[in-house]
């Protein structure tokens, strides 16, 4: 339902998954000779294996709630997010040898490779540090931003990693909702084969609830004549009976 109205994430996807996989086992748990009823509801549960295999390949262990957080598609699923990710992945790699490079360099052991949603990613040192990037360097280190205690700084190299960084982050969410929203096409497209196993399965569910009930506390089906005579003999109250009990 929650996929249908376009309010479901990637866990709903997996629920479906995991219920295709539970009425598989039920249906081979339910036996033949079976009453008319539950005849009836082992009938409705339908292998859907084409979708169930494909959500278990497309789905990753760890799911996020809502699919715009990404990293809900499972590794190989598609070699274009796979690239897409190393090079996102690959980038951060790079940002961390830019980083221990640019410290060498400089003479400056505390230099760090920050990032923000403002300016991106960008070197920060300490105010006593500034000069040693300020001066000389061919003028590499390019100034961005002065606060209280420290100052940040920019190269090419940097800033073009980060435009590839967040590139290659932004192109891979858009493959994964892609990706989403077709899964979720094909869920939707079976809802009246899923809804009908859902029932089932709730049929099913109800029996076998009943049916360990009457064996635990000893109850018999009823024998019921036609006449207009209402007379109840040995009758129990299964309510009273078990408030009784406690």
């Known amino acids: 339902g929650r996929l249908s109205l376009g309010r479901g994430g990637p866990r709903e996807l997996a629920n479906i998954r995991d219920g295709i996989a539970a009425a598989d086992a039920l249906r081979a748990a339910l036996l033949d000779g ?3 009823a ?3 509801a082992r009938a409705a549960l339908q292998p ?10 497309a789905l990753a262990t760890d799911l996020p709630l809502q699919a715009r957080d990404g990293n809900f598609v499972a590794a190989g ?3 274009e997010l796979d690239e897409q990710r190393l090079l996102r992945d690959d980038g951060r790699r790079v940002i961390a040898d830019m980083q221990a490079r640019y410290a ?3 003479g400056v052991a505390s230099l760090k490779i920050r990032h923000n949603q403002v300016i ?6 300490t105010a006593a540090h500034a000069d040693k990037l300020a ?11 002065s606060l209280g205690g420290a100052v940040r700084y920019t190269t090419v190299e940097l800033a073009e990693m980060d435009r590839k960084i967040a590139e290659a982050g932004d192109r891979a969410l858009a493959i994964e909702l892609a990706i989403f929203q077709d899964l979720v096409a094909e869920t939707t497209g079976r809802a009246e084969a899923i809804g009908a196993i859902a029932r089932a399965m709730a049929a099913v569910d109800i029996a076998s609830s009943l049916a360990l009930i009457a064996i635990e506390r ?7 004549d036609r006449s207009t005579e209402f007379r109840i003999v040995q009758g129990r109250h299964p309510v009273i009976e078990a408030a009784l009990a406690s």
């Open 38 to 40: 539950l005849a009836e």
């Open 77 to 79: 699923y598609s070699a």
């Open 34 to 36: 079976l009453p008319e």
């Open 104 to 106: 060498a360099e400089t």
């Open 135 to 145: 001066q000389g360097h061919d003028g590499r280190f390019i100034h961005r931003q």
């Open 120 to 125: 991106g990613y960008h070197i920060e040192v």
């Open 48 to 57: 859907q294996d084409a979708l169930a295999s494909r959500l278990r390949r």
């Open 218 to 224: 000893g109850h018999v089906r009823p024998a019921v």
